[in-house]
């Protein structure tokens, strides 16, 4: 366990639950088993297959009142609490002009690898509202956008 989350005594356990399906059904059992092991909050991984059922893991972690995190904005546009990331937007017009480039002649070896540099953290005050948190002024200072 982390010494930070020790010492606010939270316990933090480190799980996955097993998706072989990322269909609705997988995602129910997935957060039923959640709500029934009394897990308060979770961290969703930036797997594209969430990102494709964005809209059924929010609506599912607000049904079982689980404060999530979520790796990109578009979860939290959705309803989701908050994000904190890189921006997918940003990163798949970096893939449009890499593909543009080796499209054009380019060999894939000379064009320069980018490590993305810049995160964002997008907080949602109607999803915190409804699981009865409220952010501290010092998160929402720092905070790249607020969705009311």
């Known amino acids: ?14 799980a996955t639950l097993p998706l ?8 129910e059992r997935a957060f039923d088993t959640m709500a029934k092991d009394g897990v308060d909050g979770l961290l969703v991984s930036d797997a594209g ?3 494709t059922n964005r809209q059924l893991i929010v609506d599912l972690a607000a049904k079982h009142r ?14 989701g609490l908050l994000s904190y990331g890189v921006d997918l937007a940003d990163i798949l017009r ?6 543009d480039q080796v499209l ?4 894939p070896g000379d ?3 980018y490590q ?13 509202r409804s699981l009865g948190l409220e952010f501290p002024p010092t998160l929402l200072t720092a905070a790249d956008e607020v969705i009311e």
């Open 116 to 128: 993305q540099t810049k995160f964002e953290l997008v907080l949602n005050r109607k999803a915190a």
């Open 49 to 51: 297959e969430h990102i």
């Open 66 to 79: 689980l404060r999530a995190i979520y790796a990109f904005r578009e979860f939290v546009e959705v309803g």
């Open 94 to 99: 970096r893939l449009a002009d890499i593909t």
């Open 104 to 107: 054009r002649g380019a060999k």
């Open 20 to 27: 072989s399906d990322f269909d609705n059904a997988a995602y």
């Open 1 to 14: 366990m982390g010494k930070s989350a020790q010492q606010a005594g939270i316990r933090l356990v480190a």
């Open 111 to 113: 064009i320069p690898f």
